[in-house]
């Protein structure tokens, strides 16, 4: 099971804002496991629709459920990803961004929606193999570390026919991957023969968490390790929770003065 089967809607608090209000919403994270930070149904956060104040950031399926173990065994790449959604529990039906491969380890950068460009963007880096990760924030300039308590465990494919997409001749594939909980992912898989067999597109077959990856702009090409560690200069906070709880205090503080961040913008491309 990709998306926490106990939410009806991502949101966690939907209405006016106040302080106490949204120090309760962080006291309420302080008890969702990190399992559900990892493995959320959608990239983008929950916030207050009203004052667009980010309350949790959840990173999407593809990063740490069972899609992931498809991206880990052809090397490192960069591409550019849209993440279609066609789940009833999913936040936005479409998302975008930026998807890279290092050894293993996932960086997602996901393109702000309009409403969340005040509060800055979230990246999310994923350590598939080990179950590691970081969550970086950057209106805060901080990062933090997370762990997920389940992962890919095991990969079964059955080859199907050739086809071609945007040009590229592909081989389709049915992938099932096994996860460590005993739960299982079924997708349908399209990898372009000569892009190293990178999955140009893959469409997810389950009922609960059901979504469709469409790449562009695809290198073949290793990344440099410094983008999957923390930046230089970013706060390290104990925990997710500890982190977005700091970011909810200054966006209120900044709300009531009427002002805005003037935090520098942060670029994952050009670390120094």
Known sequence: MIAPRFF???????????LSLLLKAAAIL?????????????STPAYDRNEGIALAPLPP?????????????????????VMSNHSPVAVNSTVSG????????????AEPQKSEKKRG?????SDVRNRQG??????LQGYAPASASVGPTNLIVHPGMTTRIDGHACEVEEAIVDMSDGSRGSFLVFR???????????????????FTLSFSKIRIETPPAELFAPPNGFTKYVSPEMMLTELIIRQHKLKRRGTESTE???DYKNRH
Do not use: Q
């Not at 302080?30 to 959320?40: C, K």
């Not at 399926?61 to 990803?81: E, K, M, Y």
């Not at 930026?98 to 950068?109: N, S």
């Not at 892009?195 to 968490?209: E, G, K, Y």
């Open 192 to 210: 372009a023969i000569g892009l190293n067999r990178f999955p140009i597109s893959i469409i997810s077959r389950s009922n609960t968490a059901s």
């Open 121 to 125: 963007a979230f990246l999310f880096i």
């Open 8 to 18: 009806a809607n991502c949101p966690l608090i939907v209405g006016r804002a106040n």
């Open 134 to 139: 970081l969550v970086i924030s950057e209106a």
């Open 30 to 42: 302080f008890f969702v496991p990190l399992t559900l930070l990892f493995n959320g149904c959608s």
């Open 98 to 109: 930026e998807l890279l491969c290092r050894e293993g380890k996932l960086l997602f950068a």
């Open 61 to 81: 399926n593809f990063l740490t459920g069972p899609a992931s173990a498809l991206f880990t065994n052809i090397g490192g790449f960069s591409a550019h990803l």
């Open 264 to 266: 520098p913008e942060y």
